[in-house]
Nanobody, 121 residues
Framework: EVQLVESGGGLVQAGGSLRLSCVAS????????IGWFRQAPGKEREFVAS????????YYADSVKGRFTISKDNPRNTLYLQMNSLKPEDTAVYYC??????????????WGQGTQVTVST
C-alpha cells in the first residue's frame, strides 16, 4: 500500500518561501512519477508539479513555473516542493500523490491529510 505523508506548510508573508516535504513508502518499484497538487477553499484540486522518480524529469503548472521547484531525495524516499515568491493565491492545502507519468493527472483517488500553506498580504 502506497503511503504519502506531507509536511512543511505554514503561514508566510507574500514574497516569502516555504519548503514542503512528502515521505513516500509502499511503491513496489522505482518506475513511477509523483507530484504535488493543491486545493484552495471553494475550488477544485489542481496540479502543481510532478517528477519522475527514476530520471528526475519534471513538469510544472504555468501558475508556478519559475517560482516553485520540485525535487526528490531517493535514499530518503522524500519528495520536496521549494516554493519561492509566494503569492496569496498560492494559499491552499497541498497534497502529494502519484501521477500518471510526469504529467498533471493524479494516479489515485485516495488523498492524504495534506499540509496547509497560507500566504498573507
Amino acid at each position: 500500500e502506497v503511503q504519502l505523508v506531507e509536511s512543511g506548510g505554514g503561514l508566510v508573508q507574500a514574497g516569502g518561501s516555504l519548503r514542503l516535504s512528502c515521505v513516500a513508502s509502499g511503491f513496489t518499484n522505482d518506475d513511477y512519477a509523483i507530484g504535488w497538487f493543491r486545493q484552495a477553499p471553494g475550488k477544485e484540486r489542481e496540479f502543481v508539479a510532478s517528477i519522475s522518480w527514476i530520471d528526475g524529469s519534471t513538469y510544472y503548472a504555468d501558475s508556478v513555473k519559475g517560482r516553485f521547484t520540485i525535487s526528490k531525495d531517493n535514499p530518503r524516499n522524500t519528495l520536496y516542493l521549494q516554493m519561492n515568491s509566494l503569492k496569496p493565491e498560492d494559499t491552499a492545502v497541498y497534497y502529494c500523490a502519484p501521477t500518471v507519468g510526469v504529467g498533471s493527472t493524479p494516479a489515485t483517488n485516495s488523498w492524504g491529510q495534506g499540509t496547509q500553506v497560507t500566504v498573507s498580504t
